[in-house]
């Protein structure tokens, strides 16, 4: 659950979402909606990708994500616990 705390606090890997949530992307075609350089990009994805937050699948010689909103259901459910009495936001 830390991690992915930690891959949503920065805005550009919520931007990166956001993108994904509308369709799958390159890891290039990501960096062209942002003004930095591409290692950056990649490490930004890099950080989703050990949340779990973005899959990445191998087509031919490009990488292509997605966002898995598994994860993101499952936060959701976490986020929703806290909000009921006696629910358990353990996150276990």
Do not use: C, W, Y
């Given at each position: 659950m830390n991690d992915i705390w930690r891959a949503?606090?920065?805005?550009?890997?919520?931007q990166i979402l956001t993108l994904l949530r509308r369709e799958?992307?390159?890891?290039?075609?990501?960096?062209?909606h942002f003004d930095m350089t591409?290692?950056?990009i990649s490490?930004?994805?890099n950080v989703l990708?050990?949340?779990?937050?973005?899959?990445?699948?191998?087509q031919g010689q490009r990488i292509v994500y997605s966002i898995n909103?598994?994860?993101l259901q499952?936060?959701?459910?976490?986020?929703a616990g806290l909000t009921r009495p006696g629910g358990d936001s353990t996150g276990a």
């Open positions: 949503l606090s920065d805005p550009t890997r919520r799958n992307l390159t890891a290039g075609q990501i960096a062209d591409k290692p950056s490490h930004h994805l990708k050990q949340a779990g937050l973005v899959d990445a699948e191998k909103t598994t994860i499952d936060l959701m459910g976490f986020l």
